[in-house]
Nanobody, 115 residues
Framework: QAEFVESGGGLVQPGGSLRLSCAAS????????MIWYRQAPGKEREFVAR????????NYGDSVKGRFTISRDNHQNTVYLQMNSLKPEDTAVYYC????????WGQGTQVNVSS
């Protein structure tokens, strides 16, 4: 059974950095694109970043481009999101997902950016 476990969130001041992790299991991780999404209170879920199975291709949402970096370790079945120059508007619960299981969601990890 597939599962995602996100971690690494917390409280950080504006301009700070965090590195999120998502441990995936139950499917052939290296063969599938992984995606980070986020959802702020009262808002719809938003696309953040995507990485192909090999890691060769990445895409970013306009609001995070140039500040966030997605990467993956196919030996550890883990996808990462390095977040730099954080802004208060980055405050949200962050989730990982794969198109293979579009309706499967983990518990997410909360990121709060505040002074």
């Amino acid at each position: 059974q597939a599962e995602f476990v996100e971690s690494g969130g917390g409280l950080v001041q504006p301009g700070g950095s965090l590195r999120l992790s998502c441990a995936a299991s139950g499917f052939a991780f290296k063969d599938y694109t992984m995606i980070w999404y986020r959802q702020a209170p009262g808002k719809e879920r938003e696309f953040v970043a995507r990485i192909t199975g090999s890691g060769a291709v990445t895409n970013y949402g306009d609001s995070v481009k140039g500040r966030f970096t997605i990467s993956r370790d196919n030996h550890q079945n883990t996808v990462y999101l390095q977040m730099n120059s954080l802004k208060p508007e980055d405050t949200a619960v962050y989730y990982c997902n794969t198109p293979l299981y579009p309706q499967l969601w983990g518990q997410g990890t909360q990121v709060n950016v505040s002074s």
